[in-house]
DNA sequence: CGCGTTTACGTCGTTCGTAACGATA
DNA sequence: TATCGTTACGAACGACGTAAACGCG
């Protein structure tokens, strides 16, 4: 059993069990590979892929198992590298991550700029995937950051950093009912109107949806979009109110759209980092958390990326300073 | 950075930074690791070992860093070939276990008897230690189960599995004073009496002098011992009242002792197996688990081992369970 | 007939062990 | 001078890539 052969594995089961595929991704020949599985199966007494003729059909349940070691594995390599090329000062390398659109397209932007000129060498990859997508891709191991939001849980895969709070906030045309209001709307006086919203806000657990559950209101959602550009449009169309994170309405606000407060009974959001476990971040890594939320402190930071604190997040000291907003 | 070259760093380090001495522990040869060593070194850019003309004198921090991630790969890969093993259905390995002399002299001789004849080709090696040295070898990693008793404490660097439960037991002369009692002292009543029990008595977290220190009682410890044997030696030879696990008094009895329950209010103690944590184990240890502590569940017992359900020990269900006590 | 896997084979790189050398106590 | 680590060298093994053969849709 060598490095290589594992690596190999995971490569073949992140590529869906295609082997010309994944020998592609890790730079070696299609024959390879096959013998290095072959071998490894050999070595270890059972086979790791079903097959059916000559195709790979999936993983047999010791294959599972000894891919999930293989991550790891794979994943303490790939720390102990990132550690030393951060001992050895270097400041090139890939930034891979994971997200919503409205953190690629409002947050994150100046945050990524500024980083670029600290580390002008770093090459940063913008994921961009549903809500529910981002951890599985944090999971496989090919990302190095996910940056996501919930209301209300803590992300439980891997490292959860919180970043800052942020409200929802309601875009209605000038001329809607709501425009009207001086005011934040109740959760009521939202329920009447069809409303424009994110994707997301289909999902049971959506906070949207529950906050109307819980009331016992019965509510109409006319259209939802992944996008907040999308909804802003459509809300300019006419088709109902949106409701959308804060960060996506940045100023100066259009002439023919108004925005109002959420109602105070909808629930705050946090913002997270979410880091793959055990792995050991680059400095660049580090430098991005620490310039996406400046209020946390680097040596703590990477005292905790590093394992050696327990993280136990949110810790009292710290949730009680997030406190501070980013809206650009 | 190759496996092999991770386990030489490992052997290194168990061996004191004495080359030789680990190039004979990993079957190869001394001018062998040093190149691996040399190579590693030179592929991250920074040194593992300080030195001193040609020897070694300790590791550098990131010599530290790299040793931790090696002992968690090699701790994965030895999970795949024990699953592995296990998968083929071989019968034959080795199961180190380390643990105090009261386990290994009452409780463990016919479990591990009986294991023999399950397994009639696993070598068993027994490494006796001190209460604390127990969990310094389990950490180090090259032993597949600690067998360790504690008296209100959960044992945390790995995953632990309480067994039984058991009480500690006074053992005086036949001609001495409490003798003649038919009940269990209290403490005030021990305190008066000189004391042999465990060197673990010594250490101000011991129980036993919690116990008293709790009851503002001063108290006299004539001598200790590791071993339940020399103590039942020493109260035969009139030095005091013997303060000792109930496992180490079998019947038959001999003649010229008592024995006594020891006060309610000296707290119960627990005997736990602790397990390297992500160590796969192989079937016979969970067959010898499953013989120390036959009121487990075997399927629980591997699902929790394989790290497939969260421990959280204990489980209130199981908690409940354990009242069984094993007295030879 | 195209796609993907397996098998066969030659080349290259790497590792390993033996042996000689050097430094240190 | 004995012990331990480094350097040097030759042999053997193993991995890799190219090319061809085989199954399957």
Redesign the pocket.
């Known amino acids: 059993m ?1 490095l ?1 052969q594992l690596r190999y594995l995971i490569a073949i089961a992140d590529s869906g ?4 595929l994944a020998a592609a991704r890790v ?6 590979l ?6 490894m199966e050999a070595e270890l007494g059972f086979l790791l892929f079903e ?6 059909t999936s993983l047999t349940p010791g294959g599972q198992r000894v891919l999930m070691h293989a991550r790891r594995i794979l994943e303490e390599t790939a720390s102990i590298r990132a550690y030393a090329a951060n001992e050895r000062g270097e400041t090139s390398g890939a930034l891979v991550m994971v997200t919503t659109h409205t953190q690629a397209r409002y947050v994150l932007p100046p945050v990524i700029a500024g980083l670029k000129r600290a580390f002008p060498y770093v090459s940063v990859h913008l994921q961009p995937a549903a809500d529910r997508e981002v951890l599985e891709y944090l999971n496989r191991g090919d990302v190095d950051v996910a940056i996501l939001s919930t209301a209300g849980s803590v992300p439980r895969d891997g490292m959860a950093i919180p970043l800052y709070r942020w409200r929802r906030v309601v875009l209605v045309p000038a001329m809607h009912a709501l425009a009207r209001l001086d005011r934040a709307p109740s959760l009521q006086e939202l329920a009447i109107h069809p409303l424009v919203s994110y994707e997301s806000s289909i999902q049971p657990e959506s906070s949207l949806r529950q906050a109307f559950a819980r009331q016992g209101l019965s509510w109409q959602l006319a259209m939802t979009a992944q996008d907040a550009d999308l909804i802003r449009t459509y809300v300019r169309a006419g088709l109902g109110a949106g409701v959308l994170a804060e960060m996506a309405v940045g100023l100066p606000l259009d002439a023919d759209l108004r925005v109002l407060p959420a109602p105070p009974t909808l629930c705050e959001c946090v913002t997270w980092a979410v880091l793959p476990r055990t792995r050991v971040p680059r400095d660049y890594t580090v430098e991005f958390l620490q310039r996406l939320a400046p209020q946390l402190d680097r040596r703590d930071l990477r005292r905790v990326l590093e394992g050696t604190s327990e993280p136990a997040w949110p810790p009292p000291p710290w949730w009680a300073e997030i406190s501070q907003t980013i809206t650009i």
């Open positions: 060598t290589t069990l295609n082997i010309t730079h070696a020949t299609q024959p390879g096959s013998k290095q599985i072959k071998q097959r059916r003729g000559r195709s790979l």
